[in-house]
């Protein structure tokens, strides 16, 4: 965790509030980016969802997936973590 995130971890809920949408980014160069995307998706989830009580829709994208010498992530392994989200 990262000194940002420990700092605003509480005041998380008052950025996820009224949210209808969500952009979950990481950069493909950097694994523990993409180790953090079901964590996000998983405190939104538990912070708030849309008025007819489903899960906010989330969009993830894949950063730096144009530098083909950068990707350390396995394309099966993406498409495995962007079914659940």
Known sequence: ????????????RVFYKEAVGCFIVFDVANGSTF??????KTELDDKVCLNNGRPVP??????KVNIHSFVRIKENV???????I
Do not use: D, F, H
Request: charged fraction near 15%.
């Open 35 to 40: 180790e953090g995307v079901t964590k996000w």
């Open 58 to 63: 989330c969009v993830l994208l894949a950063n």
């Open 1 to 12: 965790m990262t000194y940002t995130q420990r700092r605003l971890g509480p005041m998380s």
């Open 78 to 84: 993406l498409r495995s973590i962007s079914s659940v």
